[in-house]
């Protein structure tokens, strides 16, 4: 039976993937570290919630498979799929349901994040938008959220494994190169996600990034002037 090669992941869902790898593993290492790393935890935490932001807005205005109407699954495509009649490119439902979930849980870490502190020198970007009390509660669970990216994680690289060993499914391969083959008849390439929709995608993080930095609020006062000395 022939084969044809599909065009399924384009390359800003590709980057971004293996941006949020790479982003990802940073910010664990400099929270578990802490000290002097904290202040590139909260810098790396920002980075990762732009990345986030663009994959929300690529959702909607990328190439087909990276939008989240084509792969957000409903009852139906579920049971398909446990049905083993399961044949089109992108997510299958079990994994749209990882990445949503994975998606939710980080956005949830960064924000937290954000407003969150360590009672000594850090204090997140948006720490003044909430009391202390308010603050202190994100940064509980802030901290207690590690453990699920931690689990979510860890299930989504063990199902990964799962479909290159027993499926024989290797679904790393096309998130680096972006293409992978089908028999006859196969599914349609992925369209659309070109240069415009490139870019409003950037502006969105952009912007993301902006407010996630204290963008909106207002700047400190400036200290009172020192009187001068009587003598």
Do not use: C
């Not at 398909?80 to 949830?108: C, D, E």
């Not at 290159?164 to 972006?178: D, E, F, H, Q, S």
């Amino acid at each position: 039976m022939s084969k044809q090669v599909v065009r399924v992941w384009d390359l800003p869902t590709r980057v971004f993937h293996w941006a949020l790898v790479v982003l990802t593993a940073g910010v664990f290492t400099t929270g578990l570290i802490g000290g002097n790393l904290i202040v590139w935890h909260g810098r790396v935490g920002v980075a990762i919630g732009g990345l986030l932001a663009f994959r929300l807005a690529w959702g909607v205005v990328g190439s087909t498979y990276a939008r989240f109407a084509q792969f957000v699954p409903g009852p139906g495509r579920i049971a398909t799929y446990l049905r083993g009649q399961w044949k089109a490119p992108g997510h299958n439902p079990l994994g749209a349901l990882s990445v949503l979930g994975l998606l939710g849980i980080m956005i949830f870490q960064v924000v937290s994040g954000l407003m969150a502190n360590d009672d000594i020198a850090f204090e997140g970007p948006l720490y003044a938008m909430v009391s202390k009390s308010t603050s202190d509660w994100m940064s509980s669970l802030h901290r207690q959220n590690i453990w699920i990216v931690g689990g979510l994680i860890t299930l989504h690289v063990l199902a990964i494994l799962y479909y290159a060993r027993v499926k024989k499914n290797n679904l790393v391969k096309p998130m680096i190169t972006g293409v992978k083959e089908f028999s006859e008849p196969a599914p349609q390439s992925a369209q659309g996600g070109g240069l415009v929709s490139f870019v409003v995608a950037v502006a969105f993080a952009a912007a993301t990034v902006w407010v996630a930095t204290g963008g909106l609020l207002s700047p400190p006062p400036p200290p009172p002037a020192q009187a001068a000395p009587a003598w």
